[in-house]
Every structure is written in structure tokens, then in C-alpha cells.
């Protein structure tokens, strides 16, 4: 038997429909377009992509170049680019530029110049994120410009430097990997920042005057792993290197770790050496010539070898000040060979020679200080042997 609803609900139900139906059409708004030609809402592809892609149209080269910048602006690359016999890979002849590599190779043939150059002084120049290898010249030469910014590039098996950049420059995270002369130099004012260079012929990094390098890694290359002229080297590690781990020719070295070079760091001419770690250098941990301030490293191991003669630290010449360092398991811990330096708060251990200081220098005295009994607890300890603050301790 079939139930049928009451007149009322079925009214009710019809009324319900028709209010959400009404309701819907009031929210669905004008359906007519505007007035006017239709016109596209869309981004034009120079507002996506607001650069200008390095080919043959847009930069076609010359005679010693495959692609020529002749113009400021933003450009990139869209593929990798293989060099030509006679010619540089990209010459950028403009200043204000911006170039992406865009993850891609620029890859020498024999004969060929640099991979990308900038043959005349340019301004305000950034090259980054790519490779750059099997060069004739350099990998980047940008070393006659001002401001150039080289960032994530990989240089490699070139046959001049890896990286030159000019004055003001700043190279980051780069890299440079058995390049026929320097791995990555940068010009007076420079910044060198989270970079390596490893298996150069040469040199691994250098900056010049006021430059600073740091947070590098330098190892295995010909010559010296990390040379500053004047400029400061802090947080960074030598390894491994023909020459000396940091070569300093005035300037600081700075919380740095040299192992296994001929010399771990060396300077000359006022350089300050501090908070430094040297170990297991051929000739010594640390050497200094005139002027210099050595304190509160720590040297270990440096030509302990029967076939090396060397020390941990040594002193070459005058007015020098070698201060609260810890010298251990060496020929000779602190070996100076001229007069007038100073010579304090040091402390030596398990060396042939502790201590092998020539006449007339300023030496705090040197005590052997005494073993203590055991200690357990807040109180014992037999002393060091002397009250002398200025004191060098044997131990």
C-alpha cells in the first residue's frame, strides 16, 4: 500500500528548489563580456623570462670569440658550449652583466683561449653555476676588471689559472681542480669564501693586497696552497702542499689548519698567526721572519721524521713575539736563530729540544714543571713550578 506525501511537503520541496536556484543565478554575475577587443591575460615571455639567451642570434661571436656580450643585461645559457681552436668561449665586452651557465659545461679544444674573458676592463660582472674546463688559457679570466662576482663555478684541466678575478671581486663556492698554473686568484680588495683547489700546478688560491680568504680548502697543489700579500686567511685548511700550506707576506692567518706540507704556514714582514693548528709539516709547523706575532697555536708532530731537520716553530729573525703556544713531539719545539724577539707563555713537550734559542732575546724563564700526585676531588695539584706569569713551562 502506497503512502503519498502531504500536499504541504511537496509544496515545500518545489519552494526549496526554486530559492536555491534563484539564489545561484544571482551569484553567477553578468555572462556578457566587456566592450571592446578581447585581449590576452597571459605573462609575454620576456616578463617570465627576463634575460636574453647567449647563442649565436642574440651574441654572436668575432674572430677569437664564439659568443660575444656586447650589451648590459641578465643573459644565459641553454646548453653547453664547446670552443673553437683560436678563440675564447664567451668575451664579455660590457659592463653590468649578469651571466647564468645554468648548470651547463663550457668545454675547451686544443688550441682554444680562455673560456670566458674579459679582454678589456669591465664593471659590476657576475658569472656563476656552471663548468669550465679542458681551456687553452684560463677557465675565467676576469682579471683586468672591477667587481666581478664568481659563484658556483667548477673549473678544471685548464691550461692557465682556473679562476682569475680582478680587483673588489668576490669568488664563492668555487672550485678549481688541476689547472696548468694557479687554481683561483683574486685582486687586491678580493674575497675568497667557501672555495677549493686541489692538484694545481701552481698555486691553489691566492689574494692580494687587503683580500681575505676563508672558509677554503687548499691541497696537493705544486707551490703554495693558500699565498695572501697583505691580506687575511682565516678558517681555512692546507694540506698536502709542495710548498707552504699558507704562505703570508704580511696579514693574518686566523683558526687555520696546515698538515703535511713543507712548511704549515709561514710569514713575513708583521704577519699575525693565531689560534692556528700545524701537524705533521716536513721542514716546520710555523715559521716567521720579522715582526711577527705567533700565539696560542698549537703545533705537533712537525719534522719529527730522523730525516727531517726542523721544529715546530721557528724564528728566522728579529722582533718577533712568540707567545702561549703548545709545542709537542718535534726536533726542536721553538727554534729561534737571530736576537730580539720575545718569547713567553709557551709551554713544550716530547720535543728532542724543547727549547733552542739563540743569545740576547727576551725569554720568559723556562721551567720544568713538577708531576702531581693523584687528585680526586676540589684541591691538590703540585703547581707548575713557578708564579712567573710570563714564564715558558716544560711538561
Not at 95 to 100: A, H, Q
Not at 203 to 230: D, L, W, Y
Request: with cysteine.
Amino acid at each position: 500500500m502506497s503512502r503519498r506525501l502531504p500536499r504541504y511537503s511537496l509544496c515545500l520541496s518545489i519552494g526549496a528548489v526554486v530559492v536555491v536556484t534563484g539564489a545561484w543565478l544571482a551569484q553567477a554575475g553578468v555572462l556578457a563580456p566587456p566592450a571592446g577587443a578581447v585581449t590576452g591575460t597571459m605573462k609575454t615571455l620576456v616578463e617570465v623570462e627576463p634575460r636574453t639567451a647567449a647563442n649565436a642570434t642574440n651574441t654572436p661571436g668575432d674572430a677569437d670569440s664564439t659568443f660575444k656580450i656586447t650589451q648590459a643585461g641578465s643573459y644565459y645559457l641553454v646548453g653547453n658550449l664547446t670552443g673553437e681552436s683560436g678563440k675564447h668561449g664567451i668575451e664579455i665586452a660590457a659592463d653590468d652583466v649578469t651571466l647564468d651557465l645554468r648548470g651547463f659545461a663550457l668545454v675547451g679544444v686544443i688550441g682554444s683561449l680562455d673560456g670566458l674573458s674579459t679582454p678589456v676592463q669591465q664593471r659590476n660582472l657576475a658569472i656563476i653555476n656552471g663548468a669550465i674546463r679542458n681551456w687553452g688559457g684560463d677557465g675565467l679570466d676576469a682579471g683586468n676588471s672591477i667587481n666581478v662576482n664568481a659563484n658556483g663555478l667548477r673549473t678544471s684541466n685548464n691550461g692557465g689559472d682556473g679562476i682569475r678575478g680582478g680587483f673588489s671581486c668576490i669568488i664563492q663556492s668555487c672550485a678549481a681542480f688541476s689547472n696548468a698554473q694557479d687554481g683561483i686568484e683574486a685582486g687586491d680588495n678580493g674575497l675568497v669564501v667557501d672555495c677549493t683547489a686541489r692538484s694545481n700546478n701552481a698555486f691553489g688560491i691566492i689574494v692580494s693586497v687587503s683580500g681575505v680568504a676563508r672558509g677554503c680548502t687548499a691541497t696537493f697543489n705544486g707551490q703554495h696552497g693558500i699565498s695572501a700579500g697583505g691580506g687575511t686567511v682565516s678558517h681555512c685548511d692546507a694540506r698536502g702542499n709542495t710548498q707552504n700550506g699558507i704562505n703570508l707576506i704580511g696579514g693574518a692567518a686566523i683558526a687555520c689548519t696546515a698538515q703535511t706540507n713543507a712548511i704549515g704556514i709561514r710569514g713575513s714582514f708583521g704577519t699575525v698567526i693565531r689560534q692556528c693548528s700545524a701537524a705533521s709539516n716536513s721542514s716546520a709547523g710555523i715559521e716567521v721572519e720579522t715582526a711577527c706575532y705567533v700565539a696560542d697555536n698549537n703545533c705537533y708532530a712537525n719534522a719529527s721524521q730522523a730525516q727531517f731537520d726542523g721544529s715546530n716553530i721557528h724564528v728566522t729573525s728579529v722582533q718577533n713575539r712568540i707567545e702561549g703556544n703548545l709545542v709537542t713531539d718535534s726536533d726542536r719545539g721553538i727554534d729561534v736563530d737571530a736576537a730580539n724577539n720575545l718569547i713567553i707563555r709557551n709551554t713544550a713537550r716530547g720535543n728532542t729540544t724543547n727549547y733552542d734559542i739563540v743569545a740576547n732575546n727576551k725569554v720568559g724563564a723556562i721551567v720544568s714543571a713538577p708531576n702531581s700526585g693523584a687528585i680526586s676531588g676540589s684541591t691538590g695539584g703540585a703547581g707548575v713550578g713557578t708564579s712567573d706569569p710570563w714564564a715558558n713551562l716544560s711538561f
